[in-house]
């Protein structure tokens, strides 16, 4: 339909956009085990002037009422998704919940936002969450995930990532972590935890919060350009590992997307996040792409290069699915291609 | 969900999403302002903002925006006479054309002033090009982007209406020697001048009039001009021969719709173009005035394709003054003017500033919003926002009509 009407100043992915969420309202994805201190952390960000405007998503399991109880003093709204895990049994209920906002606002019977804070349940995966933005086109439209917080309990932490997976992987998946309960657990302790976590993530800033006190920017602002945070090849128990292609020459976009359309089909399941700027041929500004499972956001152009570098950097994080592995279907493919 | 990519919902309360706003500058309390706005470099490599008022005492202002977070007013000229008002103003390079227009027929002065604005602090008049006349209000529109003719919308004295509020045309002046300027050509729509042989055209419920208002031309296509004509609809012209002015094609959605059709913008890539009214009456009570995309990939017939969506009429019509489309970004013709073809961003009274995505020009989406709260002094006891213009920064400036003067801002989407 928009070849009638091309427009030179256009991408091969449409307008080129200063940033990847564009003009979408951004989530914050608030994750980390029962306890942790989310709901101190999330109460505390919406008392400041970031926090204003800022619509509260609440999945609760196990400690009905509490949370929610705590949260709609503070914010303009609140929706309580009800018992059950958010990423396995409800992930519906989040679609409907995050509607339901729309259309009370469309309706003028609820305040304007312009952020969403989705806190999750304590033994919810987060990866479900992230899909359902790439399988509802509505949804994907109108939202579009900032970035994923992890809590860590600092005096509980470390025993909960030894006996759970999805703690685990609550971590692996952050782009930020916050350690609270600091003042409690003690220096040793924090220490150990923060290593186990450097581990598990080592691309993810790692902040210190007491009593829920932290910058409110980092619960809005994502990294900039993922480029800048290192990420070391890494395996975790669980088979989960984590490492990052490099590729300095312009990429084929071809060879990219039949590359990862084989590995989503052949191994989706196991691809739990992959992000990344891709500097495609014919593209003058960085494409950011993102994987989530066997499913794949819309490719976004931005419309410059925060700097010189030029380098292609995706961050793959997987399970059992090796760098090499992915490094070989490139070659194959482009070889093919 | 289409609608509902706005964050700022449907309340009509102020709000702002995906613009920052820099600063507000009340123009030393005359921040009632018009629909020009142009940007100069100056000698000294300071930005200076040039601005219409909508109405006396002042004529225009000049603000410093070198730094748009610290505007600063470096000069603001005064009217002769009370009932005049120069609502319009365009320059090239150091040369500002400012458009004289008053109350009623027959007053003085009216018409076309060149200023030297070189030192902006000391604006110097060039020349005078007198429209003044029994059945003239002088000049209300002007479009002057290629330092040798002024486009505008004006009476003449020697010019007769067939009906009194039909009185401004479009007329070209060569201005190539900006002391002497000389009209070269003028055009009227059929019917509206007393001596013409057909009949004057019907009139539209709410008679806004038969004139001229945005006279348009760009360089990509040096022979046309883009005109609208208030309740007669846009005119595509050719202009090869500026003596002769030939109309090309006839576009209007009125009736049903309530006229004042105010501004037509080609992309010319794209072979589009955009078209805005303008709403004139308080309360909604000629909603919905809209911006229009049109097909005009064959000239002599263009399509009307898509509309921008608007936020609904509860929400906004009682809040206080206007609430509809009006100026829109026009991508002027000049080194200091942002151009776009997939971004349109435009002014609707109280319902704000707004930018729409037209890379789907089937269906253009809301990303952006400014709506500011009711500034100090407003007699309409909410914000209108009137004008906007993008420089080439990518700062976007937008004022109020009665009394918010500028707003600068950043676009962030």
Known sequence: MNEIFPSPAAGLFGRKLKRARGHRVPVTVVTGFLGAGKTTLLKRFLGTPEGAGTAVVINEFGAAGIDDALIRTSAEETVLLGDGCLCCITRSDLQLALRRLVMERERGEIPAFRRIVIETSGLADPSPILQTFATDRALGETFHVELVVTVADGATGLDTLAWSAEARKQAILADRLVVTKTDIAGQAVCDALCAQLRGLNSRAEILFAVNGELDPTRLTQGSPDTRNSFVAEAEHSDGIGSFVLLEQAPMSWTVFTRTMETLLALRGPDLLRVKGFLNVEGCHGPVVVQFVQHLAHPPVELDAWPDSDRQSRVVFITRNVSENQVRDLFAAVRALA | ?413
């Open chain 2, 1 to 413: 969900m289409s609608a509902a990519s706005n964050p700022l919902g449907n309340s009509g309360e102020p709000a702002t999403w995906n613009f920052n706003l820099l600063a507000q500058n009340d123009l030393g309390g005359f921040g009632g302002m018009g629909e020009g706005m142009a940007v100069q470099i100056a000698k000294d490599g300071r930005r200076i903002l040039w601005l219409a008022h909508e109405s006396a005492p002042k004529n225009f202002t000049g603000v410093d925006v070198s730094d748009p977070r610290q505007p600063k007013v470096v000069v603001q000229t005064e009217l002769p006479q009370k009932h005049m008002r120069s609502n319009s103003l365009e320059m090239t390079g150091d040369i500002l054309a400012v458009a004289y227009q008053t109350q009623k027929v027959g007053q003085q002065p009216a018409g076309l002033e060149l200023f030297d604005v070189s030192v902006p602090e000391k604006p110097r008049s060039i020349s005078f090009l007198d429209c003044s006349g029994a059945n003239s209000r002088g000049v209300h529109q002007l479009w002057f982007c290629d330092g040798e003719y002024v486009h505008m919308a004006s009476g003449a004295p020697d010019f007769k209406p067939s009906n009194k509020i039909d009185d401004q045309f479009y007329r070209c002046i060569d201005v190539r020697n900006p002391s002497k300027p000389v009209e070269v050509g003028r055009w009227w729509m059929p019917g509206t001048s007393a001596t013409d042989n057909v009949a004057p055209p019907p009139r539209h419920p709410l008679d806004k009039g038969y004139r001229a208002h945005n006279t348009n031309v760009y360089p990509d296509r040096p022979d046309r001009l883009y005109l609208c004509y208030i309740d007669g609809g846009m005119f595509v012209m050719d202009i090869k021969d500026k003596a002769n002015p030939k109309m090309i094609s006839h576009w209007t959605n009125s009736p049903p719709y309530t006229g004042f059709m105010h501004t037509a913008v080609p992309l010319f890539d794209r072979n589009l173009m955009l078209v805005t009214d303008e709403s004139t009456e308080n309360a909604g009570k000629d909603w919905p005035k809209l911006i229009w995309l049109l097909d005009i990939r064959d000239e002599t017939h263009p399509v009307s394709i898509s509309t921008c969506p608007m936020p609904p009429l509860d929400a906004f019509a009682n809040r206080g003054g206007r609430f509809g489309a009006h100026n829109i970004h026009e991508n002027t013709p000049v080194p200091t003017s942002w151009k776009s073809d997939q971004i349109v961003i435009g002014t609707f009274f109280n319902g704000g500033l707004r930018a729409y995505d037209i890379s789907n020009a089937y269906q253009p989406k809301e990303i952006a919003a400014f709506v500011p709260g009711a500034p100090k002094g407003s007699p309409a006891g909410a914000v209108q926002i009137n004008d906007v213009f993008v420089d080439e920064r990518e700062i976007v400036y937008t004022v109020d009509r009665f009394s918010g003067g500028l707003y600068t801002l950043e676009m962030d989407f």
